[in-house]
């Protein structure tokens, strides 16, 4: 099962009520964190999720809003008693911002390893058992969506066990250690397994106007959390002008992506009030809801 969670769900600014939109995953007792900005270690210790297990940090793009919280974040995961390496990924530059704002935190416990993508690819990142895959959005400064994938393994088979004489009491070693030495040959996992069963996807974009290539990056997504900067629908000039979308337009993308559920975030600090603008979204993509600070979800395998 993988958990998720809105660490906040605000654009530009922190409002009393609304941190900056930040995404935290949980997988096998281990972190991802998407965005990094201002205060968002305090949603963070309000989630209760701990800090020690954050493995990556990806970051969407460099604007203040999403970065700027990065080393009071790392200052807390060190003083958590980490010492692992942590990896930050995000577009090119990463290194240089980081070195730049980390002037001010220098004294961090634990090693930073930094992958920095220029043309995001095919192929994704994959740290732990996190498959992270990136496309590219479209907003003022190069900035990415992200796909989080879990994979699932098919199940053991029998007849492929049998047909290679593998003893009944070396099946469950085999899917453990992945291999296995049998009769002076070796015997892996994939030769005794059907094939991969339909994993969970989760994906994220901030920040961008709607494209059809990130629909198709979405493609049958689990749940999809999405920018919806401003509500009413009469502000697309506004949004075309800034590089971000309105609730209509995210829910588009989730209708054109298949995707099983929609969540909005990153709403300007000029809307109190959401909820007033959620039909725009509902009448195109009917499963959407609004995005709130620390809501949670469980997602689980499919039972087939």
Not at 180 to 188: D, L
Not at 229 to 250: D, P, Q, V
């Amino acid at each position: 099962m993988l958990d998720i969670a809105l660490l906040g769900t605000g654009g530009m600014m922190p409002m009393p009520s609304r941190f900056l939109t930040a995404m935290m995953a949980r997988l096998n007792g281990r972190l991802l964190l998407i965005d990094c900005g201002e205060g968002t270690q305090v949603t963070l210790k309000s989630l209760g999720w701990g800090f020690k297990a954050i493995d990556v940090i990806c970051f969407t793009h460099y604007h203040a809003d999403h970065i700027s919280g990065l080393p009071g974040m790392l200052l807390t995961i060190g003083n958590s008693g980490r010492i692992e390496p942590l990896t930050l990924v995000g577009p090119s530059g990463l290194k240089h911002i980081v070195e730049g704002i980390m002037r001010i935190a220098p004294e961090i416990p634990f090693p930073i390893e930094f992958v920095e993508i220029d043309t995001p690819k095919e192929e994704p990142l994959v740290i732990n058992d996190f498959y992270i895959n990136i496309a590219q959005a479209d907003h003022t400064i190069k900035c990415f969506a992200y796909r989080i994938d879990v994979r699932r393994k098919g199940k053991f088979d029998v007849k492929k066990a049998s047909a290679l004489k593998v003893p009944r009491n070396l099946w469950s070693l085999i899917q453990r250690e992945g291999q296995i030495e049998f009769e002076g040959k070796i015997i892996t996992s994939d030769m005794v397994m059907g094939e991969p069963r339909k994993g969970i996807s989760v994906s994220y974009c901030t920040d961008s106007r709607p494209l059809n290539s990130i629909s198709k990056f979405i493609s049958n997504s689990d749940l999809f959390i999405c920018e919806g900067m401003y509500g009413e629908n009469e502000k697309k000039s506004k949004a075309i002008e800034n590089k971000h979308m309105l609730f209509s337009e995210a829910a588009k993308l989730a209708l054109e992506g298949n995707v099983s559920e929609l969540w909005l975030t990153h709403f300007s600090p000029s809307i109190s009030e959401p909820e007033l603008f959620l039909d725009n979204a509902k009448s195109i993509f009917e499963n959407t809801l609004l995005g709130e600070d620390r809501m949670c979800k469980t997602l689980f395998f499919p039972e087939k």
